[in-house]
């Protein structure tokens, strides 16, 4: 199993300030994704973050807005940038051990509220 | 990508079974039937995945159909802490289709 923890659990921002969301994991693991959640809605994918390269992004999410950094095999950053009250959701990180394993750990979420 | 389709909700009772359907008339042969669930205030956390066969753990069982087109999610004694958002999931990790999609889910209500 992975014990992740991510930082803030939860933060109320100004609208066009950015915020940035840690993840770290207490093992080395192969795979770490970033979600989001929405109110009252399931997660979306953002992106996957790949070590020592760029992340790899799903559609309708861009670099610009969401940069994501990930240095080494425990430890990932979001940034969500010149937020807008639309960016308000829960933000959770995700990691898996391998392509091939078969169970992802989630953290337990950033709350992010941008008034 | 493959999709599936789960009721919006379900109640049951404490103590009591609970089968949790799922369709996914569209699945692929290399398609691995995986289930999640996320409890209130909580990330998603793994419960079970098959492939053919039936699946048991110290969680749930899984029940595959044979043309493997629906399965079910059992929970043998349902308890309030049970009561969460249950996610049923196809998920070919070889393949171009191994990321998590999350649709939306079955909202289990457990009643004291």
Same mark, same amino acid.
């Given at each position: 199993s992975a014990v992740i923890s991510q930082k803030p659990s939860r933060d109320i921002c100004q609208r066009g300030t950015s915020l940035t969301i840690q993840c770290q994991v207490d093992s080395q693991v192969t795979m770490m994704f970033w979600y989001r959640q929405q109110p009252g809605q399931s997660l979306t994918l953002i992106a996957t973050a790949n070590q020592g390269s760029e992340a790899t992004y799903e559609s309708g999410f861009v670099i610009d807005k969401f940069p994501i950094s990930r240095p080494n095999l425990t430890f990932s950053t979001l940034t969500v940038s010149n #937020?807008?009250?639309?960016?308000?959701s829960i933000y959770l990180c995700s990691v898996e051990?391998?392509? #091939?394993?078969?169970e992802a750990f989630f953290g337990q979420g950033t709350r992010l509220t941008v008034v | 990508d493959a999709k599936t389709t789960q009721p919006n909700s379900m109640e049951s009772n404490e103590e009591e079974p609970v089968h949790l359907p799922c369709n996914? $008339?569209?699945? $692929?042969?290399t398609d691995y039937i995986h289930w999640y669930r996320q409890l209130p205030s909580q990330g998603p956390e793994y419960v079970i995945h098959g492939l053919t066969s039936n699946v048991n753990n110290r969680m749930a069982s899984l029940a595959i159909a044979e043309d493997r087109k629906s399965s079910t999610l059992i929970l043998h004694r349902a308890t309030l802490r049970d009561a969460a958002v249950y996610y049923c999931i196809l998920r070919d990790v070889g393949g171009s289709n191994y990321k998590l999609t999350f649709g939306k889910g079955t909202l289990l209500t457990v009643n004291p």
């Open positions: #937020m807008s009250p639309e960016d308000s051990y391998g392509r #091939m394993n078969t | 996914h $008339s569209t699945i $692929s042969g």
